[in-house]
């Protein structure tokens, strides 16, 4: 697995270890809860992994529990979509919510809070 | 790598519709240049009528503006013509001696505007009425001159007519025929049409024939005269006797032209680098002069630019909807009738109603509409779909009454709505804001509109009212999808239907399969495209596909409904309603455990329990010790019954006792969308079985079966399927009709759309008629839900498995 690092330049933050890269299901997402709150860690069928703040910019919904397809999940409350990469929604929809930089180590992911 | 290079003569509707489609499907395949006669970008042609009726400006029209261009990376030459195209090189020429070399040349060149011939036609004041030009001078025109003549009785001459009138200019209409719109409509609307425009102030000279044009002493036009002799005066004359394809360039480099530049399905000329859209194109004979047609070109024409090799234009069916502020007319396909037809008419003058439908062979092939075209969307639909309308033949005249249901207070007319009033009750859309984002961002279908506002996009109870604000705004353009072969979203071109078949025939087994099987465009599909595929195959290969978890919406998943602030709700099965002191108790116990804050009695007689957090499910699952209710499913639902012959004194059949068969039997059926049964156990009906996807009614000889009712965003009462002596019968038959839904119903089409789409004739046929398909139908089902396993079983049982951990497990950090 190559290492990967979203933002170089939070990579000072602190790296936790989150899970192991199997613990997160292809084109699935897994849920952290951390001091910034509940996180959404999604991984898809590239194998990449990405983390976002899990609340819709929409109406709070909860974006681990919808469906990953290419580098975008849809929200399952009212179905927008939003950018894995940066946590911006798709047009028409207007709205962003925040990311964080996640890496994968020898199988392990990594999240930066 | 070189880029390959792509000239675009003409810069209408049709041209550039295509390359945005093509930048959508390949945006760095070629480097574009766009060459323009007119000095303007992209505009809306169709809105120049409001535009001269003073009602929009150009810039309200503008579809694509020169940043459009710019950010697209496209070479636009305005005000430039191309006179010679130089096929051996490769390359046009400008007469301003611009050229541009070409790997492809898209043709999008338009039509002329007739002009009759005769004398005078070329003096100052004799215009067309085609472009921004001819709409600023007829502007100008009304500021300095009194009479208008507008030769031509048909949409764009009555048009113009009514914006000159609006204007402030006397005007009249002069037409060689016997009625106006004489392509459009029939007689009788015609007269309509006419006395409501005579009102407006305009006049009418019908079956007149212009003898000659006459200059007055300024030289400009200033009378028209008439073979017959008459004359009257004339300041400004707009001729609209039609348009004719603009083929001059094609053919003096030699490509084969008939009536337009001949095109094949491809929408490629004879000449195969060459491809030709819109109204200079002609396909199968036929130059279409109306917009959406040539949408439906340019999406073909993109296809193949962009490589892809799949699309193909068939032909269309096309609409015509006058865009005269307060008249309300609508007319598609072949309304003139004749001896082998059959023509249902509505007739109220005084009202000023009218409305003729015309029926061949038990298909509607033609409508014409006056002052009330409410249901023109839907005729058109029917007759798009070519479907079997025996069944509605009686009510059809009435229309769908499918708008104005529930969310929007019964509104029904879109055009009597003030800008202000709520259209979508679940989204908050109001009409204004409808209007627009259709107009500021030139929208022209429903998905679009969907897209932009989220009006109907919701319970779609409103795409009735949706639809004719969108046809009011933008006339004939709008043309409402052929269900049949509407693409399921926008990962492919395939319809819902050919997905399925594909599925069936090529044996298809899982998502990833089928996706590569059908080469869709995108690597994972969307939410939208794959829940569906996941249901075709696991329906169609019960046992054999494999069901994709991450294929399916998080309440199928999570196996619980996801609510607004992301807990769960958990209904336990209560087969047919019944339940026992200890369920009770074991409810109540988890309610206290979990510390569940609501506990709602469901309107499918069991009990929701709503708020639990995802991490508890499985516990509360295993506490709970019932089978999962499916309440949040595609699938079956509940089976509601009322007490039945067992205790009731007027029951007539165990009403209980056949709803737990039934729900048993169906338990774990997963379908195209939720499905809801009840059984009665006697005409009194108390389990309200007429609304239900399978309603079962006992009377004394037995029980009457009846389907596709739903109690939904519009009531839909159930239809009668049949009459069955025994439990077995019942079984037997609703298995067998909803195996048929199973199987033939597109993803999140209720039984009742399902039955409108095939016709409840067809599933008499093959449900009732057929004793021999109906067994098998049933069998199918049998085997399908054979060892189905309570999934909240499964999942508590194996709460240790990792798959289990990781779909309900928090990491903490």
Request: charged share 25%.
């Amino acid at each position: 697995m190559e290492a990967e690092v979203k933002t170089p330049e939070q990579a000072i933050g602190t790296w936790k270890r989150v899970c192991l890269l199997a613990d997160i299901p292809v084109l699935g997402s897994r849920v952290v809860r951390s001091s910034s709150g509940d996180i959404a860690i999604f991984r898809n069928a590239d194998n990449e992994v990405f983390a976002l703040h899990d609340k819709c910019p929409h109406k709070a919904g909860p974006l681990s529990q919808g469906i990953v397809h290419g580098k975008t999940v849809t929200c399952p409350l009212h179905s927008w979509k939003i950018q894995l990469e940066d946590g911006v929604a798709q047009l028409p929809d207007i709205g962003c919510t925040r990311s964080f930089s996640v890496k994968v180590e020898n199988e392990v992911v990594f999240l930066n809070v | 790598m070189r880029k390959l290079k792509l000239v675009m003569v003409g810069n209408g509707m049709a041209g550039c519709r295509t390359l945005e489609e093509l930048l959508k499907l390949a945006p760095d395949l070629y480097e574009i240049t766009v060459f323009g006669s007119e000095p303007h970008p992209n505009y809306n042609r169709i809105l120049l009528s409001p535009v001269l009726a003073g009602e929009m400006t150009i810039q309200d029209i503008i579809l694509n503006d020169l940043d459009w261009y710019a950010e697209n990376n496209i070479t636009l030459h305005t005000g430039k013509t191309i006179t010679r195209i130089d096929r051996r090189a490769r390359k046009v020429v400008a007469a301003d001696g611009t050229t541009a070399e070409y790997d492809r040349l898209l043709l999008a060149t338009g039509s002329n505007p007739f002009m009759l011939p005769v004398p005078g036609k070329d003096l100052p004041g004799v215009i067309s009425y085609r472009d921004i030009k001819d709409t600023d001078e007829m502007i100008d025109a009304a500021r300095t001159h009194k009479h208008a003549v507008v030769i031509g009785g048909g949409l764009l001459g009555l048009e113009a007519a009514n914006g000159l009138k609006l204007r402030g200019m006397d005007v009249s209409v002069v037409h060689v025929m016997p009625w106006l719109m004489e392509r459009q409509l029939d007689r009788v609307a015609a007269g309509m049409l006419q006395k409501s425009l005579e009102k407006k102030g305009l006049k009418f000279l019908l079956e007149r024939q212009t003898a000659e044009l006459v200059a007055g002493e300024s030289g400009r036009v200033a009378a028209i005269k008439f073979k017959d002799g008459e004359t009257i005066p004339a300041d400004l004359v707009v001729m609209a006797v039609g348009i004719r394809p603009n083929t001059g360039l094609a053919e003096s480099c030699g490509l084969h032209c008939n009536r337009g530049v001949v095109v094949n399905d491809t929408m490629q000329t004879f000449d195969p680098r060459i491809y030709a859209v819109g109204e200079c194109a002609s396909h199968r004979g036929i130059a279409y002069g109306l917009v959406a047609p040539l949408f439906e070109q340019a999406k073909v024409a993109a296809n193949h630019l962009a490589m892809y090799g799949i699309g193909r234009y068939q032909g269309s069916v096309t609409s015509t909807k006058l865009k005269v502020t307060g008249i309300d007319l609508f007319s598609a396909g072949d309304f003139m009738g004749g001896s082998d037809v059959d023509e249902i008419i509505l007739q109220d003058p005084a009202g000023g109603v009218y409305k003729k439908l015309v029926l061949k062979d038990n298909r509607l092939v033609g409508a014409v509409m006056y002052g009330d075209t409410v249901d023109g969307s839907w005729y058109f639909q029917l007759l798009k779909d070519k479907q079997d309308i025996q069944d509605i033949r009686d009510h059809l005249m009435f229309g769908k009454s499918n708008l104005g249901d529930t969310g929007h207070k019964g509104a029904n007319n879109a055009a009597s709505l003030p800008d202000t009033a709520e259209v979508c009750g679940c989204n908050g859309v109001c009409k204004g804001t409808i209007v627009k984002a259709i107009t500021e961002k030139g929208l022209f279908s429903l998905e679009d509109v969907r897209k932009h506002t989220k009006a109907s996009s919701s319970c779609g109870s409103c795409t009735g009212l949706v639809e004719q604000i969108l046809a009011s705004c933008v006339g004939g353009a709008y043309q409402p999808a052929d269900s049949n072969s509407k693409a399921v979203c926008g990962c492919t071109d395939l319809s819902h239907g050919e997905v399925r078949k594909t599925i069936r025939e090529q044996k298809l087994l899982s998502v990833a399969t089928a996706m590569h099987f059908m080469a869709w465009k995108t690597p994972n599909g969307c939410a939208t495209c794959r829940p569906a595929i996941n249901y075709y195959c696991i329906s169609t290969w019960p046992h054999e596909a494999e069901d994709d978890p991450q294929s399916r919406f998080i309440n199928e998943r999570a196996h619980a409904n996801i609510q607004k602030d992301g807990t769960f709700s958990v209904v336990p099965r209560m087969w047919g309603g019944l339940t026992t002191p200890d369920e009770l108790r074991r409810i109540a116990d988890v309610a206290d455990k979990y510390k569940i804050p609501t506990v709602k009695v469901t309107g499918g007689q069991r009990i929701d329990l709503l708020g639990v957090k995802k991490a508890d499910l499985p516990g509360v699952w295993q506490d709970l010790g019932i089978p999962s209710g499916h309440a949040y499913g595609k699938s079956i639902r509940t089976v509601k019954t009322c007490v039945g012959a067992e205790h009731c004194r007027f029951g007539t059949q165990l009403s209980m006792s056949m709803g737990v068969k039934l729900e048993k039997m169906l338990f774990g059926m997963w379908s195209p969308h939720k499905v809801k049964l009840a059984v009665s156990g006697c005409p009194r009906n108390c389990a309200e079985s007429g609304i239900k996807d399978v309603g079962v009614i006992g009377v004394d000889s037995g029980y009457e079966i009846y389907v596709a009712g739903n109690g939904g965003i519009k009531t839909e009462v159930a239809e009668f399927l049949c009459k069955v002596k025994t439990d077995e019968e019942v079984m037997e038959m609703s298995g067998a009709f909803l195996q048929l839904y199973r199987e033939e119903g597109y993803y999140l089409e209720r039984t009742v759309h399902y039955v409108q789409r095939v016709g409840l004739e067809h599933v008499k046929k093959l449900v009732v008629e057929d004793e021999a398909n109906r067994k098998a139908l049933y069998e199918r089902l049998l085997y399908a839900l054979q060892g189905y396993k309570d999934p909240w079983a499964e999942r508590a049982e194996a709460e240790k498995a990792s798959t289990v951990k990781r779909e309900f497990e928090i990491i903490e950090v």
